[in-house]
């Protein structure tokens, strides 16, 4: 049977010929799964993409045990890993030093940042982890990079809002996250690549003279898809606001567990994907909690509190779970 390839999927495996870093591979790889139509025809060929996917995940898995440390490959802690991205001196390792303990180097002349650098953000009681990376241009982007931005679960895109080209920093990240296919704006469920709602631009130094009209153009001109903040690691404008936006885009829930006949734990939530129900939450404190919990309680979203639900209730954040076996 003829397998009737579509120009979508020419174009996939042109860019899998391009790719050099095994993440782009995969993505185009990837891609190319997504893009096949799907009948008789092309089920070798989907068998095909399926495996060598796998092989190249392998491989990559393979690379990072050998000892060599690869400094693009930021291990995840916390609740979620939030990517900083943007041209030189836009602030980007100023504002990672404002919102955590980290301590980047921090200078007035470009490329300061060579390989990313995480550090852990506080807010309310969990950790989101933030990285620091070394700064792409319209002419050079770090090898190594599109890696680090591809396995984030979010991005914040910085521009200086002080300086006349911000606009044009903007789309040039912004097009670059779309042509490396790590945003893509089309709806779609699969979970490696980023939507723009978890993408957030920041007009960084926000307290330079002349940036109110520059947020202006970017906010009438800029992508339009992108939520765009001011903020200032200098004053400290609008960093309290980008904690709880940052927290947004993650896209997670709290929750909290109760021994039965005992007063909740608030201290340590357990964080979970948006839309996660009871069974998740169980399968995420253990193994084999699924098939021993019996009788679930609620607090917080149940409509009245203690109330019994099944395993498939969906959770919301903040809410109280006492689990009994
Ligand atoms: N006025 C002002 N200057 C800033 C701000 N953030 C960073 N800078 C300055 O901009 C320059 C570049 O900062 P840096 O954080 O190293 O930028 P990076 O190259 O993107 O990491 C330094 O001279 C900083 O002092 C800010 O919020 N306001
Ligand atoms: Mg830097």
Redesign the pocket.
């Known amino acids: 049977m003829p397998a009737n390839l579509t120009p979508q999927y020419y174009k996939a495996e042109e860019a899998f010929k391009m790719a050099a870093a095994i993440g782009d591979k995969i993505a185009a790889l990837e891609e190319m799964l997504a893009v096949i139509p799907k009948h008789k025809g092309t089920e070798k060929i989907q068998a095909d993409l399926k495996k060598r996917i796998s092989k190249l995940k392998e491989e990559g898995q393979r690379k990072s045990k050998t000892g060599r440390i690869d400094p693009f490959r930021v291990e995840k802690q916390g609740a979620g890993q939030v990517v900083l991205l ?13 919102m955590t303990r980290a301590r ?5 002349y ?4 060579t390989v990313p650098l995480a550090g852990m953000m506080p807010y309310q009681d969990v950790l989101i982890q933030l990285v ?1 990376t070394p ?1 792409l241009t319209e002419e050079l982007v770090p090898d190594g990079l599109s890696g680090t931005l591809r396995n984030a679960d979010a991005l914040l895109i ?1 521009v ?1 809002a ?1 300086s006349d080209n911000c606009l044009e920093q903007l789309q040039a990240c912004y097009t670059y996250l779309l042509e490396k296919k790590i945003v893509r704006e089309d709806k779609t469920t699969r979970s490696q690549w980023i939507s723009p709602d978890r993408c957030l631009a920041l007009a ?5 003279g002349g940036s109110i009209d520059n947020i202006h153009i970017m906010r009438e001109l800029g992508p339009r898809k992108l939520e765009l903040i001011p ?5 400290g ?1 609008g960093l309290e606001w980008l904690r709880e936006k940052i927290y947004e885009l993650l896209k997670v829930i709290r929750i909290y567990t109760k021994v039965p006949g005992k007063e909740p734990d608030l201290k340590t939530p357990f964080v979970l994907k948006m839309g996660s129900t009871v069974l998740d939450l169980a399968a995420s404190i253990h193994r084999d909690l699924p098939k021993l919990m019996k009788n679930v309680r609620i607090w917080g979203s149940a409509r009245y509190e203690g109330q019994s639900v099944n395993r498939d209730y969906v959770l919301h954040d903040r809410d109280i779970v006492e689990i009994n076996q």
């Open positions: 943007g041209f030189p001196n836009t602030g980007k390792s100023s504002l990672l030093a404002a980047p180097k921090v200078a007035e470009p490329f300061t940042t620091d700064p910085l200086d002080g960084a130094k926000a307290d330079v903020v200032s690691a200098e004053t404008l």
